[in-house]
């Protein structure tokens, strides 16, 4: 078992009087689909919101790799390779699907300011390669066809594929989903699923993803954590955890643990 | 197209000198400097987003700073401008990190305050500036040639004004030009995307400031006079009035808003002392009617490819 | 000496008091900051003066006439402006109150002139003598109504159930109309209440500014004291006018008279930075 990806210890987040997370610790070991699930409450977006710098946590430390990331900039983690989606989708509404794709590239074909005033020099190379690149991630995700499409006219479940197209295109080690299946039709989860199973397959992509939606987080992880009021109470393998009393109580009181099937 | 484009724009100024009349001419420089500033005002306003009332600080800056570098110094006019401008440029930049700490109506507040600031330097500080009577602008020499009148400064202040707009053009179609669009519509995708937000935001900052500076020199050779009293918060909103009109996010809007503004009190003949309600029903009935401006306008008449309209934050 | 002084920045500090409560209260009420509402000021006073001079009512009329006139204006502005633009972005709503404010303040120089307007005191202009300092009526009636209006509408916001209900107006309208609450009639209550509060001030603040179209400016100085006071706090507004206007007096005394206003601005443009949340108010941190 090689040294997970990222290291969440103890982390502690409070607002106000409120706390949030109360010393959660977890592994997402590398070039694994790791899920966190949890009630509405359970803490699983402010979690994300640690790993990705939104929030700075009163205790506890987060790891990538062995490197540090709790309180680093949410854009300096992102250049170390950790990209997110989002609950909310937070496309760039005006711009094309392709444009979006694209800010996300910039980064790996740059080319310098002088370029940039006077469209020479490497400019031209670097936008082809870009726009290149941008179009087989668009493929990647099924939406050769929506290249030219204004994000905020996309149909829901695109909306959600272009987040991931423009979560890839930063090249990240780590992809964090948040609710990625959330208002999905049942044939739009077995295509992300796929979707997600192929990116671990071929890109060797660590993929943490907080969701309820059981047939996707049991379908494709191959770690659960389970979080309820702040606090880690599971993790294990999917068939492990969905067995584990506290687990079903926290989602359905006392009751049978049917919601767990298929 | 792009070249057929070139050619008409080249022929026109070198048309123009033989065609018109003095006084349009130093009209067509005015029109040239403001848009200059206001183009300023729509980098930082429209591309990036953040409301700014430092315009016309940057402006009095850049007039004020040439002037005194030239006067008291003896730096060469055409020098002192850009070397300023830069100087500017880095105040805009410093600036444009309070986008750190606020944003909205307290950015607002803090620009408006900076503005008074520098305007209120610009009168007390007496010894330097010439306090609230003002200086006068020296003449621009270059290699021993006076450049005084309109039609001197026009080839000047146009091929500047040119070369300017179409880097401000090129750089808003590049991937800098693309950072800045996401960020104003997502700054927290584009943060996590590993954009650094608050650069990009100081950056944009840093160029109203340099845009705004070398406008401001160029208006001071042209108007040969500095009276601190121009350079006030009404006159940034003024500059902010030209930006929206103009649509905030269309390059060429700022040059029809520009020209529409410096050309307004001679259309408005008898009327000159409602100039300044003009204006401002003007930008009153853009932002509520016509979010888009001038730019829009023009998109509706079928000239030209509409601006990307914005969106609600 | 220095309670001279004190007493003395009294006067400047309830002015600017005076603009932070409406500045504040449209703010609270309706979430829109209405960076034309120094101009709105003046806009109120030449209200008063044009009643009497053009059409030549005697003063105590045109007061009236100028409250009733500001209180349609307050509709007006809602209607025309503030209910159009209230989906737009707050970029777009910063600078149409910018407008608004131009606009008065421009019509105003185009109508009635640049220069100024003698303007008549409400309550005596000369100094009495009380316990050895020297006191102005009508600069203690700027100070008394300041704190008057701030209590009413402490009462109103804090102890009524109509001033819950315009919270609630103005933080959630769909909720608040489920809940029963009239949101079309709050809001525009909200700037008949804020716009006639600025006539008031306007004539309260005229004869002692000396009146004339630009005189609007010292709105800035009114959004620093909110500033100072929290933002959102209408006793905040009022502390915040009173501490701006102690420490303008102190820094025009004891550093320099000519550099005051720089002080005034120097204070806003460091409590942004610093501390946005000025000295009593609460930093909410954003749940995203």
């Known amino acids: 078992m090689s040294t997970p990806l990222l290291c969440i210890r103890e982390v502690a987040v409070r607002f106000g009087g409120i706390v949030a997370l109360d010393g959660v610790s977890l592994d997402v070991a590398s070039e694994s689909i790791h899920a966190v699930i949890g009630p509405n409450g359970a803490g699983k977006s402010t979690l994300l919101n640690v790993v990705t710098g939104l929030y700075r946590p009163a205790a506890g430390a987060v790891s990538l790799a062995g490197e540090k990331i709790d309180g680093r900039s949410p854009h300096r983690i992102g250049r170390m390779g950790v990209a997110r989606t989002f609950q909310n989708t937070e496309l760039f509404g005006d711009m094309t699907a392709l444009e979006n794709v694209m800010v996300g590239l910039d980064r790996h074909h740059a080319y310098g ?76 989860i077995e295509e992300l699923n796929r979707i997600l199973l192929k990116l671990r397959a071929e890109l060797g992509l660590t993929i943490l993803v907080i969701d309820h939606v059981m047939p996707l987080v049991m379908a494709i992880s191959d770690r659960i954590s389970v979080l309820n009021f702040g606090r880690k109470i599971a993790d294990g393998e999917p068939e492990y955890v969905r067995k584990v009393p506290d687990v079903i109580k926290a989602y359905l009181g006392d009751r049978a643990d049917h919601a767990f099937g298929a | ?55 016309s600080a940057f402006v009095g800056l850049g007039g004020y700073g040439a002037a005194i570098l030239t006067s ?118 584009a943060e996590a995307m590993g954009l650094d937000v608050l650069r990009y935001k100081a950056v944009a900052f840093a ?23 121009q350079f006030s918060i009404t ?63 023009v998109h509706i008449a079928g000239f030209a490819k509409g601006p990307r309209s914005r969106e609600t934050p | 000496m220095f309670v001279q002084i004190l007493v003395s920045s009294a006067t400047a500090g309830a002015v600017y008091a005076l603009i932070a409560l409406g500045f504040v209260l449209i703010h609270k009420g309706t979430g829109v900051v209405h960076f034309g509402y120094g101009d709105q000021v003046t806009f109120g006073a030449y209200l008063a003066l044009m009643a009497q001079v053009l ?36 970029l777009s709503r910063i600078i149409a109150s910018l407008a608004l404010g131009t606009v008065m303040r421009e019509f105003l120089r185009a109508y009635m002139g640049p220069n100024a307007w003698p303007f008549p005191f409400l309550l005596s202009a000369s100094s009495i003598s009380v316990g050895g300092i020297l006191v102005v009526p009508a600069n203690l009636a700027i100070v008394g109504v300041a704190f008057g209006v701030l209590g009413l509408l402490f009462l109103l916001f804090e102890k009524t159930v109509y001033g819950k209900a315009v919270i609630a107006a103005c933080d959630n309208p769909t909720g608040a109309s489920i809940v029963g609450i009239p949101v079309s009639f709050v809001f525009p209550a909200i700037w008949v209440i804020a716009s006639v ?22 709105g800035i100085k009114g959004f620093a004291a909110a500033v100072l006071g929290g933002f959102n706090s209408l006793p905040g507004a009022v502390l915040g006018g009173v501490l701006l206007g102690i420490l303008e007096t102190l820094g025009g005394t004891y550093v320099s008279s000519a550099l005051k206003d720089m002080i005034s601005y120097g204070i806003l443009l460091i409590v942004i930075l610093a501390r946005p949340q000025g000295i009593i108010g609460v930093l909410t941190l954003k749940k995203v």
């Open chain 3, 55 to 90: 059409i030549g009512l005697p003063f105590g009329w045109s007061i009236v006439v100028a409250l009733v006139l500001s209180a349609f204006l307050g509709v007006f502005i809602y209607v025309c402006f503030m209910w159009p633009l209230r989906k737009a972005p707050m």
């Open chain 1, 113 to 188: 300011i002088l370029s940039g005033l006077t469209h020479a020099g490497s400019y031209s190379s670097a936008e082809s390669a870009a726009r290149m690149e941008a179009e087989s991630l668009l493929e990647l995700v099924g939406l050769s066809g929506q290249m030219e499409v204004k994000a905020a006219t996309l149909p829901f479940g695109n909306q959600r594929r272009l987040e991931i197209a423009r979560a890839l295109a930063t090249r990240p080690r780590l992809l964090l989903l948040d609710e990625p299946a959330a208002g999905l039709r049942a044939a739009e």
């Open chain 3, 197 to 218: 509060l600025a006539t008031l001030a306007g004539i309260l603040i005229a004869p002692v500014l000396t009146l004339s179209p630009d005189m609007g400016l010292i």
């Open chain 2, 235 to 297: 006159q940034a909103v003024y500059f902010l009035a030209v930006a929206v009109v103009g649509g905030l996010l269309s390059v060429g809007g700022v040059i029809a808003s520009s020209a529409l503004f410096v050309l307004l009190p001679e259309l408005l003949q008898s009327f000159q002392s409602y100039l300044g309600l003009v204006f401002a029903l003007l930008l009153l009935g853009f932002v509520v009617v016509r979010p888009d401006g001038l730019a829009s306008v």
């Open chain 2, 72 to 189: 008291s110094w003896g730096l060469p006019l055409w020098i002192a401008i850009p070397v300023t401008a830069v100087v500017v440029g880095c105040v805009g930049f410093v600036l444009g990190q309070a986008t750190l700490r606020v944003s909205g109506h307290y950015l607002a507040l803090a620009t408006m305050a900076f503005s008074a600031i520098v305007q209120l330097a610009l009168i007390h500080w007496d010894s330097l500036t010439g306090g609230a009577s003002g200086m006068p602008v020296p003449t621009l020499q270059i290699f021993g040639y006076n450049f005084s009148t309109g039609r001197d400064l026009y080839y000047i202040v146009l091929p500047i004004t040119a070369v300017l707009f179409v880097m401000t053009a090129n750089i808003m179609h590049s991937r800098f030009g693309r950072g800045l669009t996401a960020l104003r519509q997502s700054e927290t995708a």
């Open chain 2, 1 to 55: 197209m792009r070249v057929v484009a070139i050619i008409v724009g080249l022929a026109l100024f070198l048309i123009a000198p033989q065609v018109l009349p003095e006084f349009r001419l130093f009209q067509v420089c005015l029109i040239a400097a403001t848009a200059l500033v206001v183009l300023g005002q729509a980098v930082v306003t429209g591309f990036a987003g953040q409301i700014s009332l430092a315009q």
């Open chain 2, 207 to 229: 160029a109203s400031g340099f845009l705004g500076a070398i406008g401001g020199g160029l208006l001071a050779l042209l108007s040969t006079y500095l009276d601190p009293a």
